[in-house]
């Protein structure tokens, strides 16, 4: 099962767990209230996984390509790693499958909190277009995932503040009827 928790605000390195003392754990509801939704699959049999396509039909994801982040594999591997590292959000949802390796979502809470989400092989999220949130690997400098879209790819990140784009009006919309 996923793990989740709020984040310190160390400025040590963005790799390391960085959980406030005491914990602050997060549960799939909490997450869920953010939009934020995570299934756990087989991803040795991601190639033909019915559980994978049921998914993939029931939410349109027609388009995928697998990533794979490591020094040895990713063009501009530094200047990537800092580009997904800095807050931003998208016009479209981000759905992320870790298909071998591990690394962290974080994501804003609805007081502006960092909760980061530990993802390891086998764990698929969505996060909401117009979340504001980034990507880092773990320790282990190493991670392969599925990139999953709605139609033809979008990769675009815009940075924050990014609250002028009506996604964003929509998504604090959004968290407004959860409260």
Request: glycine share 4%.
């Amino acid at each position: 099962m996923v793990e989740a928790w709020y984040m310190d605000d160390s400025a040590e390195d963005q790799r390391k767990p960085h959980r406030l003392e005491p914990g602050r754990p997060v549960s799939l509801e909490q997450l869920e209230q953010l939009g934020v939704f995570y299934w756990k699959l087989d991803a040795d049999k991601y190639e033909n996984d019915p559980e994978l396509e049921k998914i993939r039909k029931e939410k349109n994801y027609c388009w995928m390509d697998i990533i794979t982040i490591c020094k040895d594999k990713l063009p501009n591997y530094e200047e990537k790693i800092k580009m997904f590292y800095e807050e931003h959000l998208h016009l479209d949802d981000e759905i992320r499958y870790i298909l071998d390796g591990s690394g962290y979502f974080d994501v804003r809470d609805k007081e502006d909190m960092w909760i980061r989400i530990f993802m390891e092989k086998g764990d698929m999220i969505t996060l909401p277009a117009g979340i504001y949130h980034r990507f880092t690997l773990d320790e282990t400098n190493y991670v392969k995932a599925m990139r999953l879209f709605v139609g033809e790819p979008v990769w675009t990140p815009y940075n924050r503040p990014a609250d002028h784009f009506e996604i964003r009006g929509q998504y604090l919309q959004f968290l407004a009827q959860k409260a």
